[in-house]
């Protein structure tokens, strides 16, 4: 195999750990949507979101929903440490 090759199988198995990866965090994000979410109507939104826009919107839940819910979780057990 040429180096030329070895580079193209690389870049191909990087590309697919990637999309792999991508794929995990779309699920969770959706799994943890569906049940996490105390509210029906923010449930049935946030999933609409993320099955629409797939990747963007698995990230916005992440960041908007997912981070703000588990630093306030963290805050309730660490009272002491909430910043």
Known sequence: MTIAGSFEVLLIATGVALGLFLLVFWVWMLVDCLTKEPVAEDR?????????TQ???AA????????RRDQAR???QR????G
């Open 74 to 76: 963290l805050a309730r």
């Open 60 to 67: 916005l839940y992440y960041f908007l929903r997912y981070r």
């Open 55 to 57: 990747l963007l919107g």
């Open 79 to 82: 009272p002491g440490l909430a």
């Open 44 to 52: 049935l939104v946030w999933t609409l979101v993320i099955c629409l």
